[in-house]
T-cell receptor, first 114, second 112 residues
Framework: NAGVMQNPRHLVRRRGQEARLRCSPMKGHSHVYWYRQLPEEGLKFMVYLQKENIIDESGMPKERFSAEFPKEGPSILRIQQVVRGDSAAYFC????????????FGQGTRLTVV | DAKTTQPNSMESNEEEPVHLPCNHSTISGTDYIHWYRQLPSQGPEYVIHGLTSNVNNRMASLAIAEDRKSSTLILHRATLRDAAVYYCILTNYGGSQGNLIFGKGTKLSVKP
């Protein structure tokens, strides 16, 4: 049973470009969470999705950021018109249920905006 | 969500036990205590969780105070691979949406 898969592991974008981060949850998991970790800081919750639905996006910046988890395929975190402050590690986690059960994290995508 | 308080950093010698404390004085009756750790350049990894009773698994032990206002993660024999940031997190099975609220955690250094 493969773990949570994130790709790419490293992504470099110029200011103003779009970044698309992918996350395939563990088999059988329908709950996905995205977190962001700025350099030298802790992880901050961004968004919680359950197949085709956004359950909680309270941690997501209001502009330029969006997330989806379609019926088929991976969850996507999309950042439009990236700025240098978006440079961070973005982690995805999945769980079999949405109420505080053990979460399994991917290895993260390290986004660098130049 | 209730908050937790952990020391910023701790040091241990290899092969010795490590006791990582966590205070959660405002814990509610339905809050579970979870521990995760994050090794350098990796995603967080689940370590252990409990509600009221002490818990043991292959990675660690969790000792929970009788009043539940504090807990201690115990690594029985620290190895160099245990050097990581350890996070103590409260999760409410009854009402939360399931997302984890990470604090600053405790950075554990292990000396050979």
């Amino acid at each position: 049973n493969a773990g949570v898969m994130q790709n790419p592991r490293h992504l470099v974008r110029r200011r103003g470009q779009e970044a698309r981060l992918r996350c395939s949850p563990m088999k059988g998991h329908s709950h996905v969470y995205w977190y962001r970790q700025l350099p030298e800081e802790g992880l901050k919750f961004m968004v919680y999705l359950q197949k085709e639905n956004i359950i909680d996006e309270s941690g997501m910046p209001k502009e330029r950021f969006s997330a989806e988890f379609p019926k088929e395929g991976p969850s996507i975190l999309r950042i439009q018109q990236v700025v240098r402050g978006d440079s961070a590690a973005y982690f995805c986690a999945s769980s079999p249920s949405g109420h505080g059960t053990e979460a399994f994290f991917g290895q993260g995508t390290r986004l660098t905006v130049v | 969500d209730a908050k937790t308080t952990q020391p910023n950093s701790m040091e241990s010698n290899e092969e010795e036990p490590v006791h990582l404390p966590c205070n959660h004085s405002t814990i509610s009756g339905t809050d579970y205590i979870h521990w995760y750790r994050q090794l350098p350049s990796q995603g967080p990894e689940y370590v252990i969780h409990g509600l009221t009773s002490n818990v043991n698994n292959r990675m660690a032990s969790l000792a929970i105070a009788e009043d539940r206002k504090s807990s201690t993660l115990i690594l029985h024999r620290a190895t160099l691979r245990d050097a990581a940031v350890y996070y103590c997190i409260l999760t409410n099975y009854g009402g939360s949406q399931g997302n984890l609220i990470f604090g600053k955690g405790t950075k554990l250094s292990v000396k050979p």
